[in-house]
């Protein structure tokens, strides 16, 4: 039997919100669970008795919620959740008006800053005001060009104060990233920095910011937020430009009037990675978000008011979304924008013991980096605030794991979520009632049918399958943009199984409820048929110091697949036929033969995504001489070029 990595002490499981929950539903529905587990079968066979339970025990607010929780349930999609509700999302995220921090922010060393509750309220109803008096209503689109900073949080909240439909990239895509996504919803409303801080360097956009506006001729107003000091300049440089200060400063404060709306009112478009064309345009509601982000933080997360909770993201990945409904539980929200290791590996760490943040989130390919730096955050730092680390993004190794007990911090609750831009949340994650094992990902999320299906849609106890989930849930997204017939939507999602939810992931369940993610399914290797995760080969190697990062593809040879495993070798190391040699071997005995490489290559670079994933499909079609069709989705596109016409992989 495994041994638990960490298991949470009889307070914590006392005091836990999850707890409160089950008292709650035994109390109100004369029950008698007694697990997470009993708690979370009962979520998804009673959904209706759950989400109206949630709705309450959350606190969500609005001016009317009706008798109806679901609507055609059994529809996945179509099932419709308070279909008389009308509320406000932004109303849910400003709920107090006091002196205490709403919002503290850190731009590498170069910035600080700090919005109270109050004055988040007051900035909020200023901007408001200015894009009413400019015509904006509900279902107008406002595009951000942004930082993770104040200004973004205070300008989607007075858009969503309206019913207005939030857009939001990074400020380091390109022209043309900008274009593919922002083109297709003709924003009323562009909102941009004039430049932001990128380890140690300051990289000016108003150039770029200047050829997308020329190219979106839906927008009526710019309005340029100043981060480096020059936002006057660019924005007089800009048809129908103004400066963030200055429009906001047209108004002075009121009470915020919060537009009533459906609960399935879109609220948020995100967009799909796009390295294999032209990105999705995913439409989310204000009322799915919510309760979506309810569950997953107060629950799943243990989030109470007071905390103060950092998630390390840009505004072109979903988890800046997901930490804006942290308002909503009353927290405090850390923003940080920029490298998190300028100028130093401990920057993060510093500012949560600064700010005394109580959740540290990340991604997984940050705690490996951090990991090889070979220093250790628990030696330097307190860290005594942090109950819980939280990481997103990609499968996070089991030697990870070990690195954050190890490492970071012995008595925190190590919650490893996944999910995706699809849903705005996740599917599984983390329990702060229940212990942590090496590898896994404790269980399934409350209100979600997530199970293991094999390649004939049946339901598989162990081994290595596609992610479905089996039930509805509100933060299904309404559609597609510009998909009148939902085409697009169905083919992403439904078309491999009828009525379920195939997500497009390799999983298999614990002999503990728990799971393990192997990767995107339509990544998946299949040398000699059989199906291999590349995540079960990432976490052999990059375990090794030589190594930085890898990257496996399927190489089409001989009428079969081969596997070729790409490598970032470490500073100083050399691939030579010795360390080949060693890499197969503890890829043999930690994997299997199956997963061992026919072709090892090293490279200088591996190209990622804006939001930081490796792009497996991209480099894929460059090794079989296929047209990347949009490199602009990447943060380095100039990586690709090193896969081209590589000699090794030509015998």
Same mark, same amino acid.
């Given at each position: 039997?495994?041994?638990?990595?960490?298991?949470?002490?009889?307070?914590?499981?006392?005091?836990?919100?999850?707890?409160?929950?089950?008292?709650?539903?035994?109390?109100?529905?004369?029950?008698?669970?007694?697990?997470?587990?009993?708690?979370?079968?009962?979520?998804?066979?009673?959904?209706?008795?759950?989400?109206?339970?949630?709705?309450?025990?959350?606190?969500?607010?609005?001016?009317?919620?009706?008798?109806?929780?679901?609507?055609?349930?059994? +529809?996945?999609?179509?099932?419709?959740?308070?279909?008389?509700?009308?509320?406000?999302?932004?109303?849910?995220?400003?709920?107090?008006?006091?002196?205490?921090?709403?919002?503290?922010?850190?731009?590498?060393?170069?910035?600080?800053?700090?919005?109270? /509750?109050?004055?988040?309220?007051?900035?909020?109803?200023?901007?408001?005001?200015?894009?009413?008096?400019?015509?904006?209503?509900?279902?107008?689109?406002?595009?951000?060009?942004?930082?993770?900073?104040?200004?973004?949080?205070?300008?989607?909240?007075?858009?969503?104060?309206?019913?207005?439909?939030?857009?939001?990239?990074?400020?380091?895509?390109?022209?043309?990233?900008?274009?593919?996504?922002?083109?297709?919803?003709?924003?009323?409303?562009?909102?941009?920095?004039?430049?932001?801080?990128?380890?140690? &360097?300051?990289?000016?956009?108003?150039? +770029?910011?200047?050829?997308?506006?020329?190219?979106?001729?839906?927008?009526?107003?710019?309005?340029?937020?100043?981060?480096?000091?020059?936002?006057?300049?660019?924005? *007089?440089?800009?048809?129908?430009?103004?400066? @963030?200060?200055?429009?906001?400063?047209?108004?002075?404060?009121?009470?915020?009037?919060?537009?009533?709306? !459906?609960?399935?009112?879109?609220?948020?478009?995100?967009?799909?990675?796009?390295?294999?064309?032209?990105?999705?345009?995913?439409?989310?509601?204000?009322?799915?978000?919510?309760? &979506?982000?309810?569950?997953?933080?107060?629950?799943?997360? #243990?989030?109470?008011?007071?905390?103060?909770?950092?998630?390390?993201? $840009?505004?072109?990945?979903?988890? /800046?979304?997901?930490?804006?409904?942290?308002?909503?539980?009353?927290? $405090?929200?850390?923003?940080?924008?920029?490298?998190?290791?300028?100028?130093?590996?401990?920057?993060?760490?510093?500012?949560?013991?600064? %700010?005394?943040?109580?959740?540290?989130?990340?991604?997984?390919?940050?705690?490996?980096?951090?990991?090889?730096?070979?220093?250790?955050? =628990?030696? $330097?730092?307190?860290?005594?605030?942090?109950?819980?680390?939280?990481?997103?993004?990609?499968?996070?190794?089991?030697?990870? @794991?070990?690195?954050?007990?190890?490492?970071?911090?012995?008595?925190?609750?190590?919650?490893?979520?996944?999910?995706?831009?699809?849903?705005?949340?996740?599917?599984?994650?983390?329990?702060?009632?229940? !212990?942590?094992?090496?590898?896994?990902?404790?269980?399934?999320?409350?209100?979600?049918?997530?199970?293991?299906?094999?390649?004939?849609?049946?339901?598989?106890?162990?081994? +290595?399958?596609?992610?479905?989930?089996?039930?509805?849930?509100?933060?299904?997204?309404?559609?597609?943009?510009?998909?009148?017939?939902?085409?697009?939507?169905?083919?992403?999602?439904?078309?491999?199984?009828?009525?379920?939810?195939?997500?497009?992931?390799?999983? %298999? /369940?614990?002999?503990?409820?728990?799971?393990?993610?192997?990767?995107?399914?339509?990544? $998946?290797?299949?040398?000699?048929?059989?199906?291999?995760?590349?995540?079960?080969?990432?976490?052999?190697?990059?375990?090794?110091?030589?190594?930085?990062?890898?990257?496996?593809?399927?190489?089409?040879?001989?009428?079969?697949?081969?596997?070729?495993?790409?490598?970032?070798?470490?500073?100083?190391?050399?691939?030579?036929?010795?360390?080949?040699?060693?890499?197969? &071997?503890?890829?043999?005995?930690?994997?299997?033969?199956?997963?061992?490489?026919?072709?090892?290559?090293?490279? *200088?670079?591996?190209?990622?995504?804006?939001?930081?994933?490796?792009?497996?499909?991209?480099?894929? #079609?460059?090794?079989?001489?296929?047209?990347? &069709?949009?490199?602009?989705?990447?943060?380095?596109?100039?990586?690709?070029?090193? @896969?081209? =016409?590589?000699?090794?992989?030509?015998?």
């Amino acid at each position: 039997m495994a041994t638990p990595l960490w298991e949470p002490s009889a307070d914590r499981i006392r005091n836990a919100n999850v707890t409160r929950l089950m008292s709650h539903v035994n109390e109100r529905y004369g029950l008698g669970l007694n697990s997470y587990d009993a708690l979370q079968r009962y979520s998804i066979e009673n959904s209706e008795e759950f989400w109206s339970t949630i709705w309450d025990f959350c606190g969500v607010r609005a001016s009317e919620r009706g008798e109806r929780v679901i609507v055609d349930g059994d +529809k996945i999609p179509g099932a419709k959740y308070f279909p008389d509700a009308r509320l406000n999302y932004a109303e849910n995220l400003l709920r107090r008006r006091d002196a205490t921090p709403a919002l503290i922010f850190r731009g590498e060393d170069k910035a600080r800053s700090s919005v109270s /509750w109050a004055e988040m309220h007051d900035k909020v109803s200023s901007l408001q005001q200015g894009l009413t008096a400019m015509g904006f209503t509900q279902g107008d689109r406002i595009a951000a060009i942004v930082p993770n900073m104040p200004e973004s949080a205070l300008a989607m909240m007075a858009a969503a104060s309206l019913g207005g439909i939030w857009s939001s990239c990074s400020p380091d895509f390109g022209e043309r990233g900008v274009l593919d996504r922002f083109g297709q919803i003709e924003p009323k409303v562009l909102i941009a920095c004039d430049g932001y801080y990128y380890n140690g &360097k300051t990289i000016d956009i108003s150039d +770029k910011l200047a050829q997308v506006v020329a190219e979106l001729p839906s927008l009526e107003r710019v309005i340029v937020i100043s981060y480096l000091g020059h936002a006057d300049k660019v924005a *007089a440089a800009l048809p129908n430009g103004i400066t @963030f200060e200055e429009f906001a400063g047209e108004h002075a404060p009121a009470d915020v009037a919060f537009t009533q709306l !459906p609960f399935d009112h879109p609220l948020y478009i995100l967009f799909s990675s796009g390295t294999t064309g032209v990105p999705k345009c995913i439409v989310h509601s204000a009322g799915g978000v919510l309760l &979506k982000h309810l569950v997953e933080q107060q629950l799943q997360c #243990d989030i109470k008011p007071g905390d103060r909770v950092f998630y390390f993201s $840009t505004c072109g990945w979903m988890m /800046w979304n997901w930490l804006m409904s942290g308002l909503a539980c009353e927290a $405090t929200l850390l923003l940080f924008d920029g490298s998190p290791f300028a100028p130093s590996e401990r920057v993060l760490f510093d500012y949560a013991d600064e %700010e005394q943040a109580t959740i540290f989130g990340t991604s997984a390919k940050y705690i490996d980096a951090l990991k090889k730096t070979g220093w250790k955050p =628990n030696e $330097t730092h307190s860290l005594q605030s942090v109950d819980t680390v939280m990481s997103t993004g990609s499968p996070l190794a089991p030697e990870s @794991f070990d690195f954050v007990y190890e490492g970071i911090k012995k008595d925190v609750h190590l919650s490893s979520i996944s999910g995706g831009t699809d849903i705005c949340g996740c599917f599984v994650g983390g329990v702060p009632v229940l !212990p942590v094992y090496r590898g896994e990902i404790q269980a399934s999320f409350l209100g979600m049918g997530t199970d293991v299906w094999d390649e004939d849609g049946k339901h598989m106890d162990g081994g +290595k399958g596609e992610l479905v989930c089996t039930v509805a849930f509100p933060s299904m997204p309404i559609g597609f943009w510009n998909d009148p017939e939902g085409e697009k939507y169905h083919n992403a999602y439904f078309a491999r199984f009828d009525n379920i939810w195939c997500h497009g992931d390799f999983a %298999e /369940w614990t002999e503990r409820g728990g799971m393990v993610i192997h990767g995107r399914s339509d990544a $998946t290797l299949n040398p000699g048929g059989v199906r291999i995760g590349t995540a079960e080969i990432y976490a052999q190697v990059e375990a090794m110091d030589e190594v930085m990062e890898a990257l496996a593809i399927g190489q089409q040879w001989d009428s079969d697949v081969r596997v070729v495993l790409f490598l970032r070798m470490a500073e100083g190391v050399v691939l030579d036929d010795e360390l080949i040699g060693a890499i197969k &071997k503890r890829v043999r005995t930690g994997a299997s033969p199956r997963h061992v490489p026919a072709k090892i290559v090293a490279v *200088a670079d591996i190209p990622r995504t804006k939001s930081g994933k490796i792009t497996e499909l991209a480099v894929r #079609d460059v090794v079989h001489g296929r047209e990347v &069709k949009n490199k602009e989705a990447l943060a380095n596109p100039e990586a690709l070029d090193l @896969f081209r =016409n590589i000699s090794e992989l030509q015998n």
